[in-house]
């Protein structure tokens, strides 16, 4: 009779849970018995472990064996539990001291040759194993760099279980060959589009590893939609431009996760852990250290875009957004269902997915930039006669984002064609995204001073109560917005988003507190509704 345990993490939504495993040997018809409710996935590494094992050069016990993973109630997916498996079963069998094993987790997959295989999640199963005490660590080679990630743990690459049984055992170190190692499996680290070298997801996931050169300077004339752009990195604000093709929306777009704040350490782990459970970790950068950029297609589904799946849940695109962008181009375009089913996570910045096989929990705090056509044609505005929509169709057509989804939304601009002038003139370029940039960064430097002590961070995060309370605007600058209100024009909510783009644009502005002129903008930004305020930022004093 033998018995040996090591240690795995079983992943619920980005959070770990570190699962014991237990191998047992007794005399008996030889047999192989998996407990704990593990998924399909994992019931089949009892074929793959023993041929591993096998394959590996080591004697597979002819003997009853049954192994366990505790604790029971927690559901358990994957092949990352494999590596694990099959170093309970050695030290059972007493080819690895069993007192090596007690305090060491592991992760990987086992290939039938004996190789480890990378598997999603490295990231946040570490910080549960650190989390929970432990300080040794063992992972595929390819992933040990994102293990390494977590102080405190000393982490073993591998690149076969033979190798690491000789770690294990003291004996020589085998030479495997590495050609396989850093291969990604097109389902663990994204598609790679053909001749563009840009890895996108399923979900449409621009992963943050790649310089694109997107500058602000290459929007041609758009002074409204600019000033909303940067009013919104500033204060994290949501966006919804409105315009013609053609006229630059996508363009702005994919230039607003430049002008945000590159992430500091704890937001990047945040990250990278999502990014990671995914399998969207681009090869050789463990570390996702700028915003991430998603911009879904129009036909995604609920699960793509708020996160599902059978079984135990993935991240959607409003979870691989976290910390970054998520455009929605083409918006009343997506299903209504879909569209209502970012409200939740709009508002408490993480959304949480119940399924029969556990309830998971993802954060999702990020910037929303929705993009639309006036109509179905595109044509349509008030000094254009060249749409042909009739008046039905027009309103169908823009009634798709419910008023409950754009009351969420702070700033609301017409995105109007480029004029010819605008188009031909020499040297007119804009400012650049470094130059706005650094606006951005010193303004949300001021917000973050203002904030200090609390639980928030940017305009766009603080509670109405706090604002009315503790964060009031100058005496008679709000009287304007409380007029809308009165009218019917603006919500509470909307009232109190008022005041905190009127925050937002006071912080780009250098002032203490907002003014009548900062409110005015606030308003115009939010309600479309030309007032005659300038559309420019004052430079800070």
Known sequence: MGFARTCAVALVGVEGVVVEVQADLEPGVAAFTLVGLPDKSLTESRDRVRAAVVNSGADWPQKKLTVGLSPASVPKAGSG????VACAVLGAAERIDPRVLAD????????LDGRVRPVRGVLPAVLAAADAGYEQVVVPECAAAEAALVPGVSVLGVRSLRQLI???TDEPMPEEDPDEQGRPDPLLAGLRVPGTGEATGLCGTTLPDQDQGHDLADVVGQLS??????????GGHHVFLQGPPGAGKTMLAERMPSLLPALNRQESLEVTAIHSVAGLLPPGKPMVDVPPYCAPHHSATMQSLVGGGRGLARPGAVSLSHRGVLFL??????SGFVLDALRQPLEAGHVVIARSAGVVRFPAKFLMVLAANPCPCGRFSVTNDCCECPPSAIRRYQSRLSGPLLDRVDLRVEVEPVTRSELTALGARGESTRTVADRVRAARDRAAGRLSGTPWHTNAEMPGRELRSRWQALPGAMDEAERGLERGLLTARGLDRVLRVAWTVADLSGHDRPDAGDVALALQ???????GVPMTIGSPT
């Open 81 to 84: 539990f494999d590596v694990a």
């Open 329 to 334: 181009d083409e918006a009343p375009e997506f």
């Open 525 to 531: 930004l939010r309600t479309g509704v030309p007032r």
């Open 104 to 111: 060491i987790v592991m992760i990987g997959e086992l290939g």
């Open 225 to 234: 939609a600019r000033t909303a752009m940067e009013v919104a990195a500033a």
């Open 166 to 168: 000789a770690a294990l």
